[in-house]
């Protein structure tokens, strides 16, 4: 489907996405924001709102969107979209203590019927509401009292507890389930974790906004030699550098926006967050990628969902992570994480693979956006 002709059959309908982490103006860029993008340039009208997010955005966590603390509780339209941050005075989270949890499990469903005339307006507006699959699934029941006739989706992204969500949310989403017309997964993996939506599950993998990777500017490498580029924090496992960089005392390594203490080294080179089309430099000129993913139950999805070894394999680029994230792909180099032999041998086999992959290509974001926004018109996304 051609943006025009989604333009012409979309015009003037109405999408909401939630999510519980992201907001759309933050420099950090995660798949939903290409959704939301892609979206608006097929003619939907689209709103995105950010919840969980309050004082103890402040203090418990770095959190992204700190710099919307002025903007937050009321509506700006950023490139076409409106953006709405729900700030709280407080919000439930997860401790990882059990009898904390107990307690706070109490307190999502009042967190979910806080009043908010902001979020309520643009839900009952919407034509289709988009929910991540976490925090989100808290407000399943509110959205459909508001808006009986939306069609509701599930992106699933990441599984709730692999990336530390409240149990609560799980159950939630498990109850609640009934309320959501389609679960599209980033990766047909999850797929058993799902399984208690059977005849609602869709696939909708990685996509590429071709503009973005365009004239894309020089290296910002300065000294030449080989690099090793790692970009993002979801899992990051610090102590793979730790190895890494002493043993390949000629190999540049740069992390950008681990949020992490790295052990300091001549060649480890860390950059905060930044936003993400300066990261796209890093990215295409370095010689080898890293993901270096913290070992987590169930976190073989990432093989699919993954967006940074997504680039890499864009940019033809061998990515060396743990073999739990290597998938089905030939240039991606394993180790096991926590093993400093394992490491070393998985960057020393990746480097003799510089200039000999071929790149990936990916289906444009608005393909993958109509294809979360409208799964059963496209037969080959049913999972079931």
């Given at each position: ?14 999408v ?13 860029r995660?798949?939903?924001h ?7 340039g ?37 490139n ?6 729900w700030?709280?005075?407080l919000?439930p ?7 904390a ?5 109490r307190?999502f ?40 006739t ?8 990441d ?21 959501v017309d ?8 999850m ?5 208690f ?8 993998g ?21 690099t090793?580029?790692?970009v993002?924090s ?7 550098f ?11 390594f ?11 080294a ?10 993400y ?5 890093f ?18 999805y ?14 033809g ?22 093993d ?12 003799t693979?510089?200039?000999k ?6 289906p444009?974001?608005s ?18």
């Amino acid at each position: 489907m051609t943006k025009m002709r989604a333009a012409t059959e979309t015009e003037g309908q109405r999408v909401v996405l939630i999510s519980g982490h992201h907001d759309y103006r933050t420099a950090k860029r995660a798949s939903i924001h290409q959704v939301a993008d892609a979206l608006t340039g097929c003619g939907f009208d689209v709103s995105f709102i950010s919840t969980r997010f309050s004082w103890l955005s402040r203090y418990a966590a770095k959190d992204s969107r700190l710099f919307l603390w002025d903007k937050a509780n009321r509506v700006e339209v950023v490139n076409g979209i409106s953006c709405l941050l729900w700030r709280t005075s407080l919000h439930p989270f997860h401790s990882n203590n059990r009898l904390a949890d107990a307690v706070l499990g109490r307190l999502f469903a009042a967190y979910a019927n806080l009043p908010n005339a902001h979020f309520d307006r643009l839900v009952t507006g919407a034509d289709y509401l988009i929910i991540e699959a976490g925090i989100p699934a808290i407000y399943l029941r509110r959205l459909r009292r508001l808006n009986p006739t939306a069609k509701i989706i599930c992106y699933c992204t990441d599984r709730p507890d692999v990336v530390g969500t409240h149990p609560f949310v799980r159950q939630k989403l498990t109850e609640d389930q009934h309320l959501v017309d389609y679960f599209v997964l980033r990766s047909r993996a999850m797929a058993d974790y799902f399984s208690f939506v059977p005849g609602r599950l869709y696939y909708a993998g990685y996509g590429i906004n071709r503009g973005e990777f365009e004239g894309i500017g020089p290296s910002p490498y300065r000294n030449g030699g080989k690099t090793a580029v790692s970009v993002g924090s979801m899992l990051f496992d610090e102590s793979f550098f730790d190895v890494a960089a002493p043993a390949f005392r000629d190999l540049q390594f740069h992390v950008i926006g681990a949020d992490a203490e790295v052990e300091a080294a001549p060649n480890l080179h860390t950059h905060p967050e930044m936003p993400y089309a300066d990261t796209l430099p890093f990215v295409k000129h370095a010689s080898i990628g890293v993901a270096p993913y913290r070992p987590a139950p169930g976190g073989e999805y990432l093989a699919d969902s993954s967006l940074k070894l997504a680039q890499f394999e864009y940019f033809g680029m061998p990515a060396v992570c743990p073999h739990f994230a290597v998938g089905r792909s030939s240039t991606r180099v394993g180790y096991e994480p926590g093993d400093p032999q394992s490491i070393r041998d998985a960057v020393e086999t990746a480097l003799t693979l510089v200039g000999k992959v071929e790149p990936r290509d990916f289906p444009d974001w608005s393909e993958v956006a109509m294809r979360i926004l409208q799964p059963t018109a496209y037969p080959d996304t049913a999972l079931d």
